[in-house]
Each structure stands twice: as structure tokens, then as C-alpha cells.
């Protein structure tokens, strides 16, 4: 009889368990959807460029280049679209300032590089992009300035954004850079 009855409370639990999975995941789906959805709204004003496109109109225009590694299914990667690069300032700084090219390091797409035709993925290999998100900074020229690694929240970013614009990496630290704004927005 006890045996009976363990049995019982195990596949209780298992149905239950499974009853509970089925709505997690239903509400992850609602969730992704969503996020999609507003992904697209706030992003829908930056500029995206595919790899070689950028490239070219960087040197051309001679504006640096911020070049976004990502996958689909990157959580972190859809928080920086929607929080990040769906911020007004970073949008308006990026757009002003930056020729922006997003690149799909798992896709098969296909774009030129130095003559050949290679796809994201490749490009993505280029970089050395083994985890989500990377955000390249890049001379005009394409010559690396250096990566940003991981998630950045938009404020982190748009210092970033203006440290590289006026080519202070080449005078200042980051840190020192970020130290000096803090200061003048105490002094205001």
C-alpha cells in the first residue's frame, strides 16, 4: 500500500511539474513575442548597416564605425537593442556620428570582405566573437580601435560612444574619460 501511494504522489508531482513547464513556457513565448515586437520599435530609428555597406560609407563619409555582433536567440543582445540601442541619446549619437553595422555571427549571409565573399559567421570569426553581445569600435579607415564585451547598459554606452567619436581613446583612458564627465555633471 505504501508503495502504491508513493507511486501516486510522484506522478502527481510529475504532472504537475510538467503542467507547470507548459505554462513557463508559454509565458516565455508571450514574453519573446513582446520583446520582439518593441525591439523592432525602438531600434527602427538607428541605421543599420550590413558589414562591407558600412565599411564603405565610413571611409567615405570618414566616420568612425560601431560594428554590433549578435545572435537571435542573445537575451543580451535583444536587452541592448531594446534598452540600449533603442535609447534616444545613443540613437541620435550613432546616427550623428557613426555608421552602424549589425552582423549575425551565426548567419550564412553572405558580404564581401577584402575582395572575397564570406558570411557573418565568417566575419564574426574575424573578430574573435566566441560569446554574445560584442560591440567593435573601428577607426574610419577599419582599422580596430577595441571591443566591448557583454551587455552595455545605455548610459555606459553612450560614454563610450563619445570617448571614440572625438578620439579621445588615443589621448585618455577610458576610466579617466568617464571620472572627467561625472565631474562636470556634478558641477552643473
Known sequence: MRRYFIHILIFVFMICLGSNNLLCSQTTSEKRTKEKIS??????????????????????????????????????????????FGNEDVRNVLNESYVAIKVNAQSGEKVWVDGKEITERQVAAMYRVRAHPVTWFLKPSGERIAPRRGYAGAEEFLYILNWVKDDLYEKISFNEFVKQEQEKKKSK
Do not use: P, S
Open 39 to 84: 525591439t523592432e520599435k525602438k531600434t527602427e530609428n538607428v541605421t543599420w548597416y550590413k558589414h562591407d555597406e558600412g565599411l564603405v560609407k565610413a571611409k567615405k563619409e570618414k566616420k568612425h564605425i560601431m560594428v554590433n555582433f549578435y545572435t537571435k536567440w542573445c537575451g543580451w543582445c535583444k536587452r541592448m537593442d531594446r534598452y540600449t
